[in-house]
């Protein structure tokens, strides 16, 4: 049949009919669609001692909103990015260890930690070039999932799943995954884009927010604040419970007993999609052609007829969707959110984009009005971290292909800590039950001359 796109048009209609699951169906079956109640809770599918992630209460069946929760082994996010601040150094690295090993290090604990991130960087001998530079791929994130799994080439014991090897594991993916996705998208841009091939060397002495800036940057050019705010990103992003769809993915694949680069890969994939880590990208999207479509950035009546279109499906891509607005958990508020906001206020002053800001934050406040207005949904409505994160990464002049790299970079840690978790706790392989309707169809063989 080769490539012929009208059979396969032809095949794709006669499938249709077959792939059809009457909506009815779910309710008899009471089928948990999207493993979430009819509330729009999770189902409780297993217990995690490494973050929490806490938006409602319920008592007596009713759910109600409380302002968002994110803590990490315990420890309130705000509380954790609050003191790096006040302490002045950077605390991903920490909160790797934190995530990893279940408390907060020692002072020596973390310079052994740091260094031993620093000292792994480094690719295997011929890596960048035997996987990177000769075999470029488009996407980025598709690039940093084939590379893990190739990484599993260079291990000596890539399947063995005791505690110490998937330790080991976990912190050379926590130290190679800024070069996987730096090199990655300089190998993009040399060949499908025709630019210059630039390749920085990490630097052993500072953190990975400044490495990642560093590498990016052709002249290697950052402000201390810069790598502050990146290093408050990759805080924010490092861990989001179990539930979430790339860590879920990640404790899926290790409980049928895979081993480590498998599982960070099938998590890298789950978060490529743009219901997922891609929603940072659309949210960027999404703004531009809001500021190509709205004349007065100052004017709420003129935002907020435009985003009555979005909703109603005729304006930017025609989802319905105001990205960046919503969170399955958080209800009132994202913590995570009020967080980047003010370092994005900050930047954005810092960078002459006030306008802009405020574009942002009128979007904010205006999108919940709308939905209730346009579609009659009166539940709470936030701004989830992926409102402000591609705005951030903007003004740091991150290229827009790295925006979910960069979530996968700091998710990392919380996939490994997920990981080890479900190898050492959950004990059984994750099987959910689907109803099969094929019964009902009640076929009766023919042979091939007779169809």
């Avoid at 479509?293 to 319905?320: C, F, H, M, P, Q």
């Amino acid at each position: 049949m080769e490539n012929n796109p009208k059979r396969i048009s032809e095949m794709t209609q006669k499938a249709l009919s077959s792939y059809y699951v009457d909506p009815e169906e779910y309710n008899k079956y009471n089928v948990k669609r999207g493993l979430r109640n009819r509330d729009g809770s999770g189902v409780l599918a297993g217990f995690t001692n490494i973050s929490e992630v806490h938006g409602y209460v319920v008592s007596e069946d009713e759910k109600t909103a409380i302002p968002g929760e994110l803590t990490y082994r315990g420890y309130d996010i705000n509380d954790l990015v609050a003191n790096y601040g006040i302490e002045q150094r950077y605390g991903f690295e920490e909160i790797c260890y934190l995530l990893l090993v279940g408390k907060l290090p020692t002072r020596e604990e973390l310079e052994e930690f740091c260094e031993y991130i620093a000292v792994n960087m480094e690719l295997p001998e011929y890596f960048t070039e035997d996987m990177i530079l000769k075999a470029p791929s488009r996407d980025i994130m598709n690039k940093m999932a084939r590379s893990v799994l190739t990484l599993y080439s260079y291990d000596d014991t890539p399947d063995e799943c005791t505690i110490e090897n998937m330790m080991r594991q976990s912190l050379q993916l926590i130290a190679h995954m800024p070069l996987l996705a730096v090199y990655a998208f300089s190998a993009k841009k040399h060949h499908f884009e025709k630019k210059s091939l630039i390749l920085h060397q990490p630097k052993s002495h500072l953190s990975i927010a400044e490495n990642l800036l560093r590498m990016l940057n052709p002249r290697k050019e950052f402000t201390s604040f810069d790598a502050e705010v990146l290093d408050t990103t990759l805080m924010l992003h490092a861990d989001h419970g179990g539930g979430n769809n790339s860590a879920f993915t990640c404790r899926v694949l290790s409980s049928s007993g895979t081993d480590t680069y498998s599982a960070i890969a099938g998590a890298i994939s789950s978060l490529k999609g743009p219901k997922h880590g891609g929603a940072n990208a659309q949210v960027i999207r999404m703004m531009d052609n809001i500021q190509k479509n709205v004349k007065d950035w100052a004017n709420d009546t003129e935002i907020y007829n435009y985003l009555t279109k979005i909703v109603k499906k005729k304006a930017n891509d025609r989802s319905g969707l105001i990205y960046g607005m919503g969170h399955a958990v958080y209800t009132l508020s994202d913590p995570r959110t009020g967080i980047l906001k003010e370092k994005a206020e900050k930047l954005s002053k810092q960078k002459g984009l006030e306008e802009e800001f405020d574009l942002y934050t009128r979007i904010e406040r205006l999108a919940p009005q709308v939905f209730a207005d346009v579609k009659g949904n009166t539940k709470d409505l936030c701004a989830n971290v992926d409102f402000y994160s591609g705005f951030v990464y903007k003004t740091l002049n991150i290229p827009a292909e790295m925006y979910t790299p960069m979530f996968a970079i700091a998710r990392t840690a919380g996939w490994c800590a997920h990981r080890i978790e479900e190898v050492l706790c959950g004990g059984r392989i994750i099987r959910p039950a689907y109803k099969s309707l094929c019964k009902k169809l009640n076929r009766v063989y023919k042979p091939l001359d007779e169809r």
